[in-house]
Nanobody, 122 residues
Framework: QVQLAESGGGLVQTGGSLRLSCAAS??????????LGWFRQAPGREREFVAA??????????RYRGSVKGRFTISRDVAKDTAYLQANSLKPEGTAVYYC???????????WGQGTQVTVSS
């Protein structure tokens, strides 16, 4: 069973940057495609999609929430089975618990990490 471990959260000022990591373990190589994604949940709000990356026989593709395009970049390290979210130009509305998720496409995720807190001060 796949397990995910997030790291890299913290406190940053508006306009600052953070790099979040999501290390996956326990994954087999039997799937034709594999994805890792980032979601976030702010206090009192529903969890929302941030970014995702999928790779497999058809290549590698990414998807972003509109409000983070141009500021956030998702990438992966194949050897480490780790996904990264480089978050630049952070805004106070980016304050949330950021969760990593694993799945089989850019839209379907069925394994979740514990989350890492990101706080953006104004």
């Amino acid at each position: 069973q796949v397990q995910l471990a997030e790291s890299g959260g913290g406190l940053v000022q508006t306009g600052g940057s953070l790099r979040l990591s999501c290390a996956a373990s326990g994954r087999t190589n039997s799937a034709s495609s594999y994805s890792l994604g980032w979601f976030r949940q702010a206090p009192g709000r529903e969890r929302e999609f941030v970014a995702a990356i999928v790779w497999g026989d058809g290549g590698e593709f990414t998807r972003y929430r509109g409000s983070v395009k141009g500021r956030f970049t998702i990438s992966r390290d194949v050897a480490k089975d780790t996904a990264y979210l480089q978050a630049n130009s952070l805004k106070p509305e980016g304050t949330a618990v950021y969760y990593c998720a694993a799945g089989s496409s850019l839209f379907e995720f069925d394994v979740w990490g514990q989350g890492t807190q990101v706080t953006v001060s104004s």
